[in-house]
C-alpha cells in the first residue's frame, strides 16, 4: 500500500474510533433500567410531537421545515447532553428569542454536526502539519480538542445573538417605560397597557414587542401577574427589566400608585441611557486614533508631499 492509502485509513480508523467511543460512551450511562425508561420516555415524546406536525408543503418553508423537523430528531437522540444541561440551554434559546420546543434539539444537532465537522477537517488537515502532524497519536488528540471547540461554537453563536438582542432591547426600555406611563394615566389596566405598548414597538423593537406580547398573553389568560412579570424579568434578563418588574410588584403588593412608580423609573432609564451615549461619544476619539493614523494619515501624506517628490525625481532625473 502506498503512503497515501495508509494515511487515508488511518484517518477513517481515527474517526470510526471516535464514533465508536460515542457510541460505547452512550451504552454505558444509558445502560441501566433507568436509563432505558427515560430514553423511551423521551422517544415517545418525540414521537407525538412529530405527530402533531402539521405536513410541509412542497416549498421552500416545508422543505426547511423538514429539515428542522430531521435536526430535532437528531438532537433527541443524542446521548451526550443530560438532562441538565438540555435545561440550560432552554434558559439561553429563551432569552435568544427561540422559545419553540424543538430549540433545544436543533441546538444539540447542529453542535454535534458541527463537532463532527471539524473533527473530520482536523484529520483529514492533520498530516499537512510540519514535525507533528506525521503521528497519528497527535492527530487523534488534535482531533478529539477540535470535536469539543466545533461542539462549543454554536453556544457562543447563539450568546452573541442574545447579546445583541438584550442590547436592542436595553436601548428602547426608556420609550416602552414613556409608552406605559401614558397608558396608565389614560386609565388602563397594567395587562391593557402592555398590549398597547407592544403594538406601538412591533415595527420600533421587534424583541421588546414580542416580549411584551407573550407577558400580555400570559396576564390575560393566568390572571397571576407576579408570576407573569418575573417570567418577563427571566426572559429578558436585563437589570433595567428586572428593576420595572420589581417596582410593579411592590406597587401593585402595596397599593401605591403605578403610574408614579413609572414615571420615576422612566426618568432614570432616560438618564442613564443619554449617559451611556455620552460614554461612547466620549470613547469615539481614542477609538478613532488608530484607524485614521493607518488609513487616513498615509493618504493625507501622499496628496501632500506627492507633487513635491514628483518634483524632486523630475530634477535629480534631468541631472
Known sequence: ???????????????????????????TKHGGTRGRIAERTRQAAVVQRNERALPEEEDDDGRMARFTQRLARLGDRLPLFDAKY????????????????????VLLAIKFVVGLICAAFAVMLGSHIPVVGGYPAVRGIMMLLVFVVGMILPEYVIAFFASRRRKAMASCLPDALDLLVICTNAGNSLGVSIRRVADELKTICPPLSSEFSLTADELKLSGDSTRA???????????????????LTQSMRYGTPITQALRTLSHTERLAHIVSLEEKAAKLAPK?????????LPAVMLIAAGPAAIQLISVFAKK
Open 229 to 247: 412579570l418575573q417570567a418577563l424579568a427571566d426572559r429578558i434578563d436585563l437589570p433595567s427589566i428586572r428593576a420595572l418588574i420589581s417596582t
Open 1 to 27: 500500500m502506498s503512503q497515501d492509502s495508509i494515511e487515508t485509513l488511518i484517518n477513517l480508523l481515527m474517526l470510526l474510533a471516535l464514533v465508536v467511543g460515542i457510541v460505547l460512551w452512550w451504552a
Open 288 to 296: 478613532m486614533a488608530v484607524p485614521m493614523m493607518l488609513f487616513i
Open 86 to 105: 438540555r435545561a440550560k440551554l432552554r434558559t439561553q434559546m429563551i432569552r435568544s428569542g427561540y422559545r419553540s420546543q424543538s430549540a433545544v434539539s
